[in-house]
Nanobody, 115 residues
Framework: QVQLVESGGGLVQPGGSLTLACTESRSISRFNAMGWYRQVPGKERELVATITSRGERNYADSVKGRFTISRDSAVNTVSLQMTSLKPEDTAVYYC?????????WGQGTQVTVSS
């Protein structure tokens, strides 16, 4: 069973930074890809960034140049470093992990960008 635990959300001012972490109790090497999505009320969940087991990264156009996704197998964690945050980045951020057969989601962590 996959248990993804997200942390690092919170309130930050526009232009500020936050780093989200997604940790699994067992090795993340078994996942083909991991990543982050976000969702605001009334809208569909949207891709933020993904990283494959080979380190290939994919970003939404809206976060390119501002967000960085990384993967550390030694501590079974995928992180999302967010800089130059904007009010439109406000959302619940969800971690996802994929194998060839299964997609698993975390419980979500709230990020609020506001002055």
């Amino acid at each position: 069973q996959v248990q993804l635990v997200e942390s690092g959300g919170g309130l930050v001012q526009p232009g500020g930074s936050l780093t989200l972490a997604c940790t699994e109790s067992r090795s993340i090497s078994r996942f083909n890809a991991m990543g982050w999505y976000r969702q605001v009320p009334g809208k569909e969940r949207e891709l933020v960034a993904t990283i494959t087991s080979r380190g290939e990264r994919n970003y939404a156009d809206s976060v390119k140049g501002r967000f960085t996704i990384s993967r550390d197998s030694a501590v079974n964690t995928v992180s999302l470093q967010m800089t130059s945050l904007k009010p439109e980045d406000t959302a619940v951020y969800y971690c996802v992990a994929r194998t060839s057969y299964v997609e698993s989601w975390g419980q979500g962590t709230q990020v609020t960008v506001s002055s």
